[in-house]
């Protein structure tokens, strides 16, 4: 018989049908991770102060952002592999109208029956450019920080990026707030407009 001792992670392996989630995390290193990193255009303004960037439309500026939770742990990127466990992914990305971008993820995950946690942790910087729904990710700087209670502490600043294109498209829900759906090759993110920004 097997007992879960922790009671917070029971009924968590019926999260399986997420699996698709952990290859799409992968896609988030073309235009970073996400994660809900607290940052603000202030902050993807200040980092990026060298880079030419180009307008892009008023509607897609802002702080979009969404948070992940139940992901399968069978996630196997560029640093490390998880674990078999269950974790969430926090996602942010930032769009300033200069054009510049901020892209943070954040993901967490308790494996070895809920007595292990890892948290690894995406921030990248560049600008974007584009017209109607293709734009253009040009990262300038990313860095990549992961902790793990029962393994081994990676810190990269800098982390290696690479530009990418991905299609924006503005859409809104059942009462009219603001989503942006992020298209990756290996499927869509949509992200909510930040409720709690000024």
């Known amino acids: 018989m097997h007992t879960n001792r922790n009671p917070y992670l029971v009924g968590i392996a019926s999260a399986s049908r997420l699996l698709w ?7 988030l290193f073309g235009c970073g991770g996400g994660g809900s990193g607290g940052g603000s255009s202030a902050d993807a303004t200040a980092a990026d ?3 030419q960037p180009a307008s ?16 399968p742990a069978f996630y196997s ?12 992914i926090g996602i942010t990305l930032v769009l300033t109208a200069d054009g ?4 943070v993820w954040n993901l967490t995950s308790a494996y070895f029956g809920g007595n292990c946690f890892r948290t690894g942790g995406w ?7 584009g017209t109607d729904a ?15 209670t029962c393994g081994q502490n990676k810190i990269l600043d800098p982390a290696p990026v690479t530009p990418a294109s991905h299609a924006l498209k503005l859409e809104h829900d059942n009462t009219g707030w603001p989503l942006l759906r992020m298209t990756f090759p290996t499927g869509d993110i949509v992200l909510e407009k930040c409720r709690h920004c000024g």
């Open 134 to 148: 293709d734009f253009e990710f040009k990262p300038t700087k990313a860095s990549y920080i992961q902790t793990d």
């Open 21 to 27: 989630l952990a290859p799409l995390t992968l896609a």
């Open 123 to 129: 921030d990248e910087f560049g600008t974007v450019s």
């Open 100 to 103: 510049r971008y901020r892209h």
């Open 49 to 51: 102060a060298q880079a």
């Open 77 to 88: 990127g560029p640093f490390g592999d998880v674990p078999n466990g269950d974790g969430a």
């Open 56 to 71: 892009i439309p008023e509607s897609l500026t802002g702080q979009w952002e969404t948070i992940l939770t139940y992901v």
